[in-house]
């Protein structure tokens, strides 16, 4: 172990690891219906996947950039929110990244 | 709402122009959502601490920003660990000739030992220093093939090396010229009160008898050290010891050679006896100031053998990748 670091240092950091890979495919499966940043937060924090919002908005902005999102502002409760949704790019990716995910996680069901 | 409002700015003022209206509009609205759900829970404003709390648990606004920026860097992970290697080596070369100098004017002539400027150093360190860096920003963005780091070749690898096997062209170069070396040098300088070089008479002092007797024995073991490299080519600690003790003897001999005032009168040729006097007085002093930077290069000759040395102490506790047990003879 390098010095000065602990192990719950080492786990948390292999922990974020694991979860970065899984944070695009939660946001991309929550955006098949509509969403505005802070209610996709809490769908994703009710469902186990807590992220706070200076991971999800860097991470909505490169997901639309790569096509994969579209966004739209919006006033709702008289205030302006922006709303995104899957695109039909991003639809065709997740049925992909679904597929190699249950993939990898049946191989590791195995291995483990 | 004050701080919140002035942790948007703080954030913003980090943020490219193009997308700092869209991006503090979202997290703005995200916040002020968080604030309404809290207030609507406790059935009351929010106090400053508590605002307070949320916005330290989003981060500091320069770390907030910074996830909206690309990665941005100057030399990548690619190329930096060739980048700090070819620093190490640039600024060694910077400091250790300047500090072995500085350290042969100390131990040789101790009142001239502040003719260094050290400060200049730092100068120099931060020249180089500067300029490979700015190579290295050069090739990260240029995308050379720098040491085959882009279109790598595994035929183009160097082969494995023993770090203690000496090669057999090394020890013959080795000996032909120590041979040539003894040859010309016993047949120029034979000890004798008048030297005859090229057409001068170079009166010495008596001192040159042992200068050159000291000079043939260093020459002798080096020629043995070299022929028994070449019929057993790994080094030994034993040979490596020999080593160290000639090249200190040479570098010692030659020190005391520079410091003997060894040529006592020159006839030369067509030159009037007062002139080939001064010429004497000037080829002495000119001996004397050369003693600082003999020790200095002493220094570092000794200092590169007991490196060998300690090395070879560590390579026979670790296994070399390729070389198989029991592959390595020595004497």
Known sequence: MPSGTTSSDLFENLRLELRRGCLALAVLSQLRSERYGYTLRKALAEAGMEIDESTLYPLLRRLESQGLLSSEWREEDKRNKRFYRLSPEGKAILKQLVAEWQRINASLEGIL | MDLLDRYLEAVKFWLPKAQRRDIIAELNEDLRSQIEEKESQLGRKLEGKEVEAILKRCGSPLAVATRYLPQQYLIGPTLFPLYRFVMVVVLAGCIVPRVLIWLGFLLASPAHSGYLHMENLWSTIIFFGFFTTLAFAIFERSGVNVAGVVDFNPQKLPPIRHPN????????????AMLIFAGWFISLFWPRPTLHLYGVQVTVTPVWTMLFAGIM????????????????????????????FSDAAGGLLFYLFLRSQVVLALAIPGVEPAKAAVLTRFINSWFATLVP???????????????????????????????????????
Not at chain 2, 165 to 176: P, Q, Y
Not at chain 2, 220 to 236: E, I, S
Not at chain 2, 301 to 319: E, K, M, N
Request: net charge positive; hydrophobic share 50%; glycine share 6%.
């Open chain 2, 293 to 331: 930077y003999t020790v200095a290069v002493l220094l570092a000759i000794v200092a590169v053998d007991v490196y060998r040395i300690v090395r070879l102490g560590r390579s026979s506790l670790t296994p070399v990748v390729g070389m198989q047990a029991g592959g390595m003879k020595c004497v």
């Open chain 2, 165 to 176: 096997r000496i090669s057999r062209s090394s020890s013959l170069i080795e000996i032909a």
């Open chain 2, 217 to 244: 024995t260093v020459t002798l073991v080096n020629l043995a050290v070299a022929c028994v490299n070449l019929a057993h080519p790994f080094w030994t600690r034993r040979r490596l010891t020999i080593h160290l």
